[in-house]
């Protein structure tokens, strides 16, 4: 992987410590179901924090939140003081980025056709000009696949730009999600489970590209399953259960705290939802968006 930050174009200017992202009581009820409660996290100007939580915490709802997927039953969602509009190509102009659990590529677009699609939201060229195609739309042109190079570059794959995006083995198409979503120039990415599926060797180039991301400096809020992952990574993790954030604080702390171990292990936590209200949580959400697996 190179990481080489000499790219141009990256995220909007953030003094270090200024609060990106701050979501305040957020709630998400399906019907009479609340799958995400009173939620409160901040993400500072070059941090990583991590989301995690067992099968069905709320994770990935929480996540679409925050990206305008899904519009908040209470509570609201700022990036950089503002309030975020309740669309998700909004929040994306705003300057946040995300993958999803499931890769969601263009399969038979090239690897840079992909990669373009993500710069959309910074071309300034309106449809005149690309019906037209005069000297303003050509420099736009090429001045998109110039930077969509730069980032492939950054995560490796600038030697595949050509390939269709369906014959990348899978680690190499999590990292063209990456490259995607980095076109936007975010202020913040969001990372859904990057890790799944990786091995051992895949998941270290992740942590690595997470870290060089960082060193851009964007911020990142990042959902994981593997601990390992997660405690190397992050400079704060917090920890969600059954839609509530039950703890949040450094590696040490979080590992420390016995209400989390015991919710890994699947002991109830004093008033902790029943199983059976946490699998109608699932069920509504599901039923909400059809063809959308359980949140893991």
Known sequence: MTTDTTTQGTAPATA???????????TMRFGGLTAVRNVDLHVNSGEIVGLIGPNGAGKTTFFNCLTGLYIPTE?????????????SFKVTAAGIARTFQNIRLFANMTVLENVLVGRHTRTKEGLWSALLRG???HKAEAASRA???ELLEFVGLAEKAEHLARNLPYGEQRKLEIARALASEPGLLLLDEPTAGM??????????????????GI?????EHDMRFIFNLCDR????VQGEKLVEGDSATVQGDERVVAAYLGEPFEDAPGDEEVAEVEAAEAQATPGKENDR
């Open 16 to 26: 270090p410590g200024d609060t990106v992202l701050d979501a305040r009581g957020v």
């Open 219 to 223: 911020a990142v809020l990042v959902i």
């Open 135 to 137: 000297p303003g739309f």
């Open 75 to 87: 509570g609201e969602v700022r990036y950089k003081g503002q309030v975020l509009p309740p669309k």
């Open 147 to 149: 930077r969509a190079m």
């Open 237 to 240: 993790v917090a920890v969600l």
């Open 199 to 216: 091995n051992p060797q895949e998941t270290r180039a992740t942590e690595e590209l997470v870290f060089a991301i960082r060193d851009q």
